[in-house]
């Protein structure tokens, strides 16, 4: 992810000016390769395991930040955001799965969240190294664009260290080596209970020919809230402050270095308030999290709007302090995202399919991320141009819909074990429980087995 806000933010510094929206494609082309490697990763985490899927990232990534890095044509710049991009799609696949599969139910949440706190931190260093690289001139974009090595290094030393899921390697036929596995995850000798639940979904997983194609047959109401949420976590309008903040700033009047610092600030602010997440997402429970933050982004986004419109007519810069109180908006903006749409729009996919389509429908929720990213990112210069501010009342309208998807249909999913999901969760919620194939329907499985 953080390459993505290194590359947008160097557009307007050592670029020369003619390749700034080329550099700002650029920069998109990363979502593209998130969006087409996803399902090339999604295969390797189901046939090779979760952790060369993780390696694949790594290497995919080191490629990338070698050619952008070193890039001497634009040719090269593109290649290489593809190549981050493939790494964007193989981690994204990997890691939340990884985590689901591994916590215990009980801290599940939690552990999930440190996927996006994560994210948060890749994007908060990148911020601060680019506020001190754009000072050092003609090559700071390079060493910004390096930078990218370093948590690609860590996660292909990581993945070395790290046990395979003991899910996966039942999956692939290694019953000894997951019995193991699992007994050193958990510190006991004794999980003879958790192996057989973990046997007894692989065994049911195997029954399914094709799992992309049983998503929509079997387990309509677990991908629509899957592919929803995604949609959501991206149309709340986050990459517009992610990725436009230094640019909102300067247009409100900031010269270059304070639009940047604040830049730091509300990624400051969005690392923190995720670690909220990490925490009280098995206390408080998904659905709590989201609807509080809808209410909070609301505000703040209609009132960034009624600011903005206010006094950007008139003139074209700001009178003070309306633009400390519009950064103080925005840090409360990032802040209810940070603890909510964030980090869940991650957890809640990984965590309600059944093993046989997990891969499969993570993969799905990954490829709308990426496609909406990457929409978001490519429109919203020209969407901007043309509704001005208005854009933040599109974005309020956004979040008046997904917070009421959440309470209609979103069903908690708090301290319920992975595999235990459509028992416990779908067969017992109102609506969604209408839209689950019957117990004697057996038209999902293979022939042999039905
Ligand atoms: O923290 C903000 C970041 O989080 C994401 O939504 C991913 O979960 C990114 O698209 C965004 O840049």
Same mark, same amino acid.
């Given at each position: 992810?953080?390459?993505?806000?290194? &590359?947008?933010?160097?557009? $307007? %510094?050592?670029?020369?000016?003619?390749?700034?929206?080329?550099?700002?494609?650029?920069? /998109? +082309? #990363?979502?593209?390769?998130?969006?087409?490697?996803?399902?090339?990763?999604?295969?390797?985490?189901?046939?090779?395991?979760?952790?060369?899927?993780?390696?694949?990232?790594?290497?995919?990534?080191?490629?990338?930040?070698?050619?952008?890095?070193?890039?001497?044509?634009?040719?090269?710049?593109?290649?290489?955001?593809?190549?981050?991009?493939?790494?964007?799609?193989?981690?994204?696949?990997?890691?939340?799965?990884?985590?689901?599969?591994? &916590?215990?139910?009980?801290? $599940? %949440?939690?552990?999930?969240?440190?996927?996006?706190?994560?994210?948060?931190?890749?994007? /908060? +260093? #990148?911020?601060?190294?680019?506020?001190?690289?754009?000072?050092?001139?003609?090559?700071?974009?390079?060493?910004?664009?390096?930078?990218?090595?370093?948590?690609?290094?860590?996660?292909?030393?990581?993945?070395?260290?790290?046990?395979?899921?003991?899910?996966?390697?039942?999956?692939?036929?290694?019953?000894?080596?997951?019995?193991?596995?699992?007994?050193?995850i958990r510190g006991v000798e004794d999980v003879h209970k958790e192996y057989q639940e973990i046997q007894h979904a692989v065994e049911m997983a195997k029954k399914v020919e094709r799992p992309f194609k049983n998503l929509w047959r079997s387990n309509k109401p677990q991908l629509l809230c899957g592919i929803v949420l995604q949609i959501c976590q991206q149309f709340t309008g986050i990459n517009v402050i992610m990725f436009y903040a230094p640019v909102l700033f300067q247009t409100m009047g900031f010269g270059g270095d304070a639009s940047l610092i604040s830049a730091a600030i509300a990624g400051t602010i969005n690392s923190g308030a995720t670690?909220?997440?990490v925490f009280g997402v098995d206390k408080f429970g998904r659905r709590k999290l989201l609807i509080q933050a809808a209410c909070q982004m609301l505000i703040t986004q209609c009132m960034t709007r009624a600011i903005l419109s206010t006094y950007l007519k008139s003139s074209n810069a700001i009178p003070m302090p309306w633009p400390y109180i519009v950064v103080v908006l925005i840090c409360l903006f990032v802040m209810g995202f940070a603890w909510s749409w964030g980090p869940l729009g991650w957890l809640i996919p990984s965590e309600i399919f059944p093993l046989e389509t997990r891969s499969a429908g993570f993969c799905v929720a990954v490829f709308t991320n990426m496609l909406c990213t990457f929409i978001i990112g490519q429109f919203f210069l020209s969407t901007l141009c043309y509704m001005r501010?208005?854009?933040?009342?599109?974005?309020?309208?956004?979040?008046?819909?997904?917070?009421?998807?959440?309470?209609?249909?979103?069903?908690?999913?708090?301290?319920?074990?992975?595999?235990?999901?459509?028992?416990?969760?779908?067969?017992?919620?109102?609506?969604?429980?209408?839209?689950?194939?019957?117990?004697?329907?057996?038209?999902h499985v293979t022939k042999e087995c039905a």
């Amino acid at each position: 992810m953080a390459p993505q806000i290194v &590359a947008v933010n160097n557009g $307007g %510094g050592d670029y020369p000016a003619k390749l700034t929206k080329q550099v700002v494609f650029c920069s /998109l +082309i #990363a979502a593209f390769g998130g969006l087409m490697f996803g399902i090339v990763a999604s295969k390797c985490c189901q046939k090779f395991g979760r952790k060369p899927a993780m390696q694949m990232a790594a290497f995919f990534f080191l490629v990338g930040v070698a050619l952008n890095s070193f890039a001497v044509n634009i040719n090269m710049l593109i290649v290489g955001r593809l190549c981050l991009g493939a790494g964007v799609g193989f981690g994204n696949q990997a890691v939340p799965l990884f985590i689901s599969e591994i &916590a215990p139910a009980k801290y $599940g %949440g939690g552990l999930n969240v440190c996927f996006q706190l994560l994210i948060t931190v890749g994007i /908060l +260093i #990148a911020n601060i190294l680019n506020f001190f690289t754009s000072k050092i001139h003609p090559y700071g974009w390079r060493i910004s664009l390096g930078g990218a090595a370093v948590p690609a290094i860590f996660l292909g030393l990581g993945s070395l260290l790290i046990v395979e899921t003991p899910t996966s390697l039942i999956e692939r036929g290694k019953e000894e080596q997951g019995l193991r596995a699992l007994q050193k995850i958990r510190g006991v000798e004794d999980v003879h209970k958790e192996y057989q639940e973990i046997q007894h979904a692989v065994e049911m997983a195997k029954k399914v020919e094709r799992p992309f194609k049983n998503l929509w047959r079997s387990n309509k109401p677990q991908l629509l809230c899957g592919i929803v949420l995604q949609i959501c976590q991206q149309f709340t309008g986050i990459n517009v402050i992610m990725f436009y903040a230094p640019v909102l700033f300067q247009t409100m009047g900031f010269g270059g270095d304070a639009s940047l610092i604040s830049a730091a600030i509300a990624g400051t602010i969005n690392s923190g308030a995720t670690l909220v997440a990490v925490f009280g997402v098995d206390k408080f429970g998904r659905r709590k999290l989201l609807i509080q933050a809808a209410c909070q982004m609301l505000i703040t986004q209609c009132m960034t709007r009624a600011i903005l419109s206010t006094y950007l007519k008139s003139s074209n810069a700001i009178p003070m302090p309306w633009p400390y109180i519009v950064v103080v908006l925005i840090c409360l903006f990032v802040m209810g995202f940070a603890w909510s749409w964030g980090p869940l729009g991650w957890l809640i996919p990984s965590e309600i399919f059944p093993l046989e389509t997990r891969s499969a429908g993570f993969c799905v929720a990954v490829f709308t991320n990426m496609l909406c990213t990457f929409i978001i990112g490519q429109f919203f210069l020209s969407t901007l141009c043309y509704m001005r501010s208005g854009i933040f009342f599109f974005f309020a309208a956004c979040i008046v819909i997904m917070g009421s998807l959440a309470v209609l249909f979103l069903p908690e999913t708090k301290g319920v074990p992975i595999d235990e999901m459509n028992e416990k969760v779908w067969k017992k919620h109102y609506f969604w429980k209408h839209y689950l194939p019957r117990d004697d329907d057996s038209s999902h499985v293979t022939k042999e087995c039905a």
